[in-house]
């Protein structure tokens, strides 16, 4: 029998299998993704310069995939960005590669960018990666127009530290590991 190269290998063969026969309805998945557009724009809003960027890019459509997960988006000419219109065709397509989802939140957590497959427009494929690389969610910023700077500032102190333990305690865990169990 050989040795799974993760201890965790049972999971994500779970999550591959679980993922296959429990796909939500259509209406979720719309509905997710109008959700997640609303966070998106949110985010792009504190960023005037990530807005011009896709001012520049109107109409351009972008889709992510990973595993059986796809989103088409569209900029729009305020800068921000939209649901595409069904069936329109993307202009760059950026196709994650990282199939295992803890691998994914591993390198996520560790602040390392997941490995993309880009097709498509190379312009476009360079400002994306520019919002990847500059824009940033001020949670702390949200978090205190709700219960203000004080307690917004001591929240986001705690989670920085969590956050820096976890890499750090992630980083020690992959050095770690032996060379043969990748």
Do not use: C
């Amino acid at each position: 029998m050989a040795t799974p190269s993760s201890p965790f290998a049972f999971l994500d063969e779970l999550i591959r299998k679980v993922g296959k026969q429990l796909q939500p309805p259509a209406w979720a998945i719309h509905e997710i993704q109008h959700r997640a557009v609303l966070f998106l724009n949110h985010v792009l809003q504190q960023e005037p310069e990530a807005q011009e960027r896709l001012k520049r890019q109107q109409g351009q459509v972008i889709e992510v995939r990973w595993r059986t997960i796809a989103v088409r988006l569209v900029a729009s000419p305020a800068g921000l960005v939209d649901l595409a219109p069904e069936g329109a065709t993307p202009d760059l397509t950026l196709l994650v590669t990282q199939e295992n989802p803890l691998d994914l939140a591993r390198a996520s957590l560790a602040g390392d960018k997941p490995a993309v497959r880009i097709v498509g427009d190379v312009q476009l494929a360079a400002e994306v990666n520019w919002l990847v690389d500059h824009v940033r969610w001020d949670v702390e910023d949200d978090l205190a127009r709700l219960i203000g700077d004080v307690p917004a500032h001591a929240i986001g102190n705690g989670a920085r530290k969590v956050v820096e333990a976890l890499r750090q305690f992630i980083g020690k865990a992959a050095r770690s590991r032996p060379a043969d169990a990748e």
